[in-house]
C-alpha cells in the first residue's frame, strides 16, 4: 500500500503512446513549459518604492530555491527599463520616477501590474516537475515571502495551478478514509436491520474490508496510480464484495440449519452458492471490462481497480468467510456439548422475534415474483415502453463539462485561483510548437508576428500572443532583423531563461496565443471550435515551406478527455451488453440463460437515462461509467435469482413455483446484498467532490433500480422464455 501514488499528471488523461501525448507531454511540457506559482499582493497602491524594494527582495530569494527556473515581477522589469535610461541597474527612490516607467512601458508591465492595486510575482519551474519538487518550490517560496518583509498593508495571496494541485491532491487523500469509514458505518447499520436472520451478522464486514486491504496492496504492487476517479471505486467494491460475503454466509446458515454436519454444510454452500456467485463474478468481471475500452487512462485505472478488487472480495469470502462460520460453528457445537447446553435451541429462539420481520420482506418479494409472473404482459410493455422513451431522452441528458465545477467549491486553494483569474483574466492558452529548419529564419519569425497579429485581431476569444518575436523587436528597435546572422547575435544577448521559453534549438519554437479563461467562458466545446478555427487560419495563412505547426496544451488536451469520456460512453455500454451476453452464453451454453439478465439490465440503463433526464442530473467523467457500473452490479442479482430458480426447478418443480420459491428463499439476501450496496455507494454522497457526490446519487438511483428489475421484470422475461422453451420440447416429444 505504501507505494500507491496519486495520479494527476498527463498520463492519468491521455495514453502515453498517443499523439496527443507526444506533442503535448513530449513537446511542450519537457521543453517549453514552466508551471507558475503566483504571489498577488492586493489592498493598496502597489506602484510605492517601498513595495517595489520588498518585490525585488522576494524575487533574489525565489530566484535562487532549487528547480526554479525563473522568478518575473514588476521590480525586475522597472531595473531593466531604469538601466536603459538612466544607465543605473536600480529601482528609482522617487514614486514619480517609477510611475513615469509604468505609464511609458504599460505594455512590458501587464502580466506583473495588472492594475494598480495588484502586483504579481511569477515563480517559475520546469513544466514537468514531479509533485514533490512542486511541493518544495511552494514552501520555500511561502519562506521566501516571509522573508522579503512586504509591507503589512497589503494581502498576500500564494497561488497558481501548482499550488491547487497540491490542494486537490490532500482533499483526495484526507477525503478516502472518512469515505471508507461512512460505508462501512452505514453498512453496519443495514446489517443488522436486514441480516438479522444469521448469527454473527456483521461478520460479513471484516470480510470484505480485508479483500479491500488485499486490493490495497495489489494497487501498490500493480502500480495502479489514486486519481479522483478510482478513488470512488473502494466504496462501490466494499458494496460489491459484501455481496459475496453475504450470498456465502446466508447459505451456509442455511445448511447449517439443515444438517448437524458442519463438514456437509460447507460442502453444499461451496458446491450450489460458489459456481453462482462466480459466475455474477465473471459476468460483473465482464460488464467492467468494458470500462477498459476507454481512451482515457483514468477511466481504464478504474475498471482495473474494479476488476481487482471483486476477485479479491470474492477470495476473501469463500476461503476466509466460510472458514469462521464453520469453525465458530464448529466451537459452539463443541462448547454446547460440553456444557450439555442447546445452543442450536436459544439460537432459534433468539431468532424467532425476526422471523416476523424477516417473513414480511419474503413476502413481498414473492408477492410481487408473483405479479409479474401473472401478467408478465403488462409488466414488460411498461418496463419497455420506459425503457425506450428513457434511452430517447438520455440523448438529451446535459454533459458537465465545467472542470472547476468538478471540486469543492469551498477550497481555498480553487477560491485564490478564481481570484487570479479575476485579476488577469485567465491565463489559458493555445499552445503553437512550430517545428523548423531554422529557428532563426527572419521569414519564419516574420510569420509569427503576421499570425499572431491576425489571431489578436481577428478572433474575439484569443487576446493575446506571447513569441520570441517581441522579445527580439524590443531588442532591435521594433523590427525583426533581416538575416540569420542577426538574429542569432540577439539569440545571444537575451538572458538563456527567457530564450528557452520561446526557442530551443535550431528547429523548434513557441507561439502561446492567450485565451483567458475559456474554459469557464465557452466551455470545452468552445474551446474545441476554437482550436478548430486555428488550425482553419494555419492551413489559409500557412507558415513558410518547411516549417509544420503543431496545436498543443492543457486546454487543448483536457478538450480531447473530457470528449473521449462523454461521447465514449454509448459504445462503452453497448460493448458491455455484448461482452456479458457472450460471457453468459459461454458460461451457460443456454440462449435464455445468457439473455434474461441482459435484457433485464438492458432495461436498468434505459430507466436510468429516463430519470436523469427528468430530474436534471448531467453526465460527468465519472457518470459515463454508469452503463458498465449497472451491467457489472446488476447482473449479479439477476444471475443468482436465476441460478436459484434452476435449483429449485431441477428438483421437480412447476416453472411458477420455482419462481416464487427463488425469490422468497434467496430474495432477502439479494435484498440484504443490495441494500447493502446502497449503503455502501452512499457515503459518496459526503465526498467534498460535487463529481463524487454526483456519481454517488445516479449509482445509488441505479442499484435501487437493479434490484427492482430483479424482482418485477426478470421473473416476467425467464418465465416467459422457459415456458415457450418448454412448450417447444413438448411439441418436438408429440411430433
Not at 123 to 150: C, F, H, K, N, P
Not at 433 to 457: G, M, R, Y
Not at 683 to 705: C, E, K, Q, W, Y
Request: glycine residues 8%.
Amino acid at each position: 500500500m505504501q507505494y500507491i501514488e496519486m495520479g494527476t499528471g498527463t498520463e492519468t488523461f491521455v495514453e502515453k503512446t498517443s499523439k496527443l501525448y507526444q506533442d503535448y507531454d513530449h513537446l511542450y511540457l519537457s521543453i517549453f513549459s514552466t508551471q507558475s506559482i503566483i504571489v498577488i499582493i492586493e489592498g493598496g497602491d502597489v506602484t510605492t518604492p517601498e513595495l517595489m524594494q520588498a518585490l525585488d527582495r522576494l524575487e533574489h530569494h525565489t530566484t535562487i530555491i532549487p528547480g526554479v527556473v525563473e522568478t518575473f515581477c514588476a521590480s525586475s522589469v522597472i531595473k531593466d527599463i531604469n538601466s536603459r535610461q538612466t544607465g543605473q541597474y536600480a529601482i528609482p527612490d522617487n514614486e514619480l520616477d517609477i510611475d513615469a516607467i509604468i505609464s511609458s512601458h504599460a505594455s512590458d508591465l501587464g502580466m506583473v501590474l495588472p492594475d494598480d492595486t495588484h502586483a504579481l510575482v511569477w515563480v517559475e519551474m520546469e513544466g514537468d516537475s514531479t509533485e514533490i519538487q512542486r511541493e518544495e518550490i511552494l514552501r520555500e517560496t511561502e519562506v521566501a515571502v516571509s522573508l522579503a518583509d512586504i509591507p503589512p498593508d497589503y494581502t498576500i495571496i500564494v497561488t497558481g495551478d501548482p499550488v491547487f494541485d497540491l490542494a486537490m491532491n490532500y482533499e483526495m487523500n484526507t477525503s478516502m478514509g472518512p469515505l471508507l469509514m461512512i460505508s462501512a458505518l452505514m453498512m453496519i447499520i443495514v446489517l443488522y436491520l436486514i441480516f438479522r436472520h444469521v448469527r454473527w451478522k456483521l461478520l460479513p464486514l471484516p470480510i470484505v474490508l480485508l479483500g479491500i486491504i488485499y486490493t490495497f496492496g495489489a494497487m501498490g504492487y500493480l502500480k495502479i496510480p489514486l486519481s479522483m476517479v478510482s478513488m470512488s471505486a473502494f466504496p462501490i467494491l466494499i458494496g460489491l464484495g459484501i455481496d459475496y460475503a453475504i450470498q456465502f454466509h446466508n447459505r451456509i446458515e442455511e445448511e447449517l440449519e439443515r444438517q448437524d454436519d458442519e463438514k456437509e454444510a460447507v460442502i453444499q454452500t461451496i458446491k450450489h452458492t460458489g459456481p453462482a456467485v462466480l459466475i455474477a463474478l465473471i459476468i460483473t468481471a465482464l460488464g467492467f471490462f468494458s470500462l477498459m475500452t476507454s481512451s482515457v487512462p483514468m477511466i481504464q485505472d478504474f475498471g482495473k481497480l474494479l476488476l481487482i478488487g471483486i476477485i479479491m472480495c470474492f477470495l476473501s469470502a469463500l476461503f476466509i468467510g466460510i472458514t469462521v462460520i464453520y469453525g465458530l460453528d464448529t466451537f459452539l457445537r463443541k462448547f454446547r456439548n460440553k456444557k450439555n447446553m442447546s445452543i442450536h435451541i436459544k439460537k432459534s429462539s433468539s431468532n424467532a422475534t425476526t422471523t416476523v420481520k424477516s417473513s414480511k420482506i419474503e413476502q413481498g418479494l414473492e408477492k410481487a415474483s408473483t405479479f409479474s409472473m401473472k401478467y408478465p404482459a403488462i409488466v414488460l410493455s411498461i418496463a419497455g415502453l420506459l425503457c425506450i422513451s428513457g434511452l430517447y431522452v438520455d440523448t438529451m441528458v446535459p454533459i458537465q463539462t465545467d472542470v472547476t465545477t468538478f471540486v469543492p467549491p469551498d477550497m481555498q486553494a480553487l477560491i485564490d485561483l478564481m481570484h487570479l483569474g479575476s485579476i488577469t483574466g485567465g491565463t489559458d492558452a493555445l499552445n503553437l510548437i512550430i517545428k523548423v529548419e531554422d529557428s532563426a529564419s527572419p521569414e519564419i519569425l516574420q510569420w509569427i508576428d503576421e499570425f499572431s497579429e491576425h489571431e489578436v485581431n481577428g478572433r474575439s476569444n484569443i487576446y493575446d500572443a506571447a513569441s520570441i518575436v517581441p522579445i527580439i523587436k524590443s531588442m532591435n528597435g521594433g523590427v525583426i532583423p533581416d538575416n540569420s546572422a542577426d538574429i542569432e547575435r540577439l539569440y545571444d544577448q537575451m538572458p538563456q531563461a527567457r530564450k528557452d521559453r520561446y526557442v530551443h534549438g535550431e528547429n523548434m519554437l513557441l507561439l502561446n496565443l492567450g485565451i483567458g479563461n475559456a474554459i469557464g467562458d465557452i466551455g470545452l466545446k468552445g474551446v474545441e471550435e476554437l482550436v478548430g478555427i486555428v488550425s482553419d487560419d494555419i492551413a489559409w495563412m500557412p507558415p513558410p515551406p518547411g516549417a509544420h505547426v503543431t496545436i498543443t496544451g492543457n486546454s487543448v488536451v483536457f478538450t480531447m478527455v473530457i470528449s473521449a469520456l462523454t461521447t465514449g460512453r454509448i459504445a462503452m455500454t453497448l460493448f458491455g451488453l455484448v461482452l456479458v451476453f457472450f460471457g453468459l452464453l459461454a458460461l451457460y451454453r443456454d440462449f435464455i440463460k445468457a439473455i434474461a439478465p441482459v435484457a433485464t439490465m438492458f432495461m436498468v440503463i434505459g430507466w436510468s437515462g429516463g430519470i436523469m433526464y427528468y430530474t436534471g442530473l448531467e453526465y460527468t467523467p465519472m457518470t459515463v461509467t454508469l452503463g458498465a457500473l449497472i451491467l457489472g452490479v446488476g447482473s449479479e442479482y439477476a444471475i443468482l435469482m436465476m441460478e436459484r430458480y434452476y435449483e429449485e426447478k431441477g428438483k421437480g418443480t412447476n416453472s411458477f413455483d420455482a419462481m416464487r420459491l427463488a425469490s422468497k428463499k434467496i430474495g432477502k439476501a439479494i435484498v440484504a446484498s443490495g441494500l447493502t450496496t446502497l449503503f455502501g455507494f452512499s457515503s459518496l454522497l459526503a465526498s467534498p467532490f460535487s463529481m463524487t457526490r454526483n456519481f454517488g446519487i445516479v449509482t445509488l438511483m441505479d442499484v435501487a433500480l437493479a434490484l427492482l428489475a430483479t424482482f418485477v421484470v426478470f421473473p416476467a422475461i425467464i418465465i416467459i422464455l422457459d415456458n415457450w422453451r418448454d412448450k417447444k420440447i413438448t411439441d418436438v416429444n408429440i411430433q
